[in-house]
């Protein structure tokens, strides 16, 4: 019992000492009231002592509520301190990580212009030596043989083999060589060096007996014999200085190389190409027939040197 409910006990207690010290009261009388007194008495400090636990339990819930509410915002606290020092732990790793990677890229593309600025110094020395090796082959145009032109022919023909093998390595990737390859073919494609049309040659030459009129004859040409219609292509690139017909020559065409040959094919069935038409090397210019003065389908082709018929024998090495 709380000590706030024992004065309730004093008056209880007097009134129980008056009844029972009455003249008048009997005792079962007295008991009765005694028992109502103390009965009554209970009851009062049964409420008042629930009252006042509740009240103390309601006061201890309040204080535990407070003391939960500050522990839960201690640790609160502590936890977004350890967030933020987590977050800046990380933010400064990666600031550093980012630094490195800007370095090593920086570093890497330095290396590289090194390597490019390398590989465009090999490259420019590698095209100096070839075009000086190229240009050691050629020769002046006022001096232009037919022994000299078939060296430089040669010259040329071995210089593109040597650089169609080069283009054919791993290091080719590395230098561009297409300026020297144009210059190459440039020079080369000026020079009647392939075959005009592939068959048996049937007159060569020179001197001979004429197949048609049997007398001796010059023969400033070679006759290759082909099936009619075979196509004849273009032994070097130029422009054609006549395309025509005669009763001798048949369908016939000239080809000026512009440095100094020329080439004629006659006895064509057909001419695929007209006068001042430009023609390059291996085009299809004609085809092969018995036009003119001929005993047969057969392609006669010459070659001039500024004027003179040379043997095409030495200049067909493609």
Not at 227 to 244: H, K, L, P, Q, W
Not at 256 to 268: A, E, L, R
Request: net charge negative; with cysteine; charged share 20%.
């Amino acid at each position: 019992m709380s000590k706030r409910g024992q004065p309730l006990f004093q008056p209880v207690r007097h009134l129980v000492s008056r009844i029972t010290s009455h003249p008048g009261a009997s005792r079962l009388t007295a008991l009765f009231l005694l028992i109502t007194v103390v009965l009554v008495a209970l009851s009062v400090g049964y409420v008042i002592g629930t009252r006042d636990t509740q009240t103390d339990a309601a006061v201890m819930r309040q204080g535990t509520a407070s003391a939960l509410s500050a522990h839960i915002a201690s640790q609160d606290d502590l936890c977004n301190t350890i967030e933020r020092s987590e977050l800046e732990r990380a933010l400064s790793q990666e600031k550093a990580l980012s630094q490195v990677l800007n370095e090593s890229l920086e570093a890497q593309q330095n290396a590289l212009l090194q390597q490019q600025s390398e590989m465009n110094s090999l490259e420019d020395r590698i095209l100096s030596a070839l075009m000086k090796n190229y240009e050691s082959q050629l020769i002046s145009r006022s001096s232009g043989t037919v022994d000299n032109y078939r060296q430089e022919a040669e010259e040329l023909i071995d210089l593109k083999k040597r650089l169609n093998q080069f283009e054919a390595s791993e290091d080719a990737a590395e230098v561009d060589l297409a300026d020297y390859r144009q210059s190459l073919d440039n020079r080369l494609d000026r020079i009647p060096t392939r075959w005009p049309v592939y068959g048996r040659i049937s007159s060569g030459f020179g001197n001979r007996t004429h197949p048609v009129y049997h007398r001796p004859d010059f023969h400033p040409a070679i006759d290759i014999v082909a099936d009619r219609g075979t196509s004849i292509r273009a032994t070097a690139t130029g422009y054609v200085a006549e395309a025509s017909s005669d009763s001798s020559r048949g369908r016939y065409l000239i080809i000026d190389h512009g440095n100094g040959f020329k080439t004629v094919f006659m006895h064509c069935s057909s001419l695929k190409v007209s006068s001042g038409q430009t023609v390059e090397k291996g085009q299809v210019i004609a085809t092969v027939g018995s036009t003119g003065t001929s005993t047969g389908p057969h392609l006669h082709y010459e070659i001039h040197l500024y004027g003179q018929p040379v043997n095409p024998v030495r200049f067909i090495l493609e």
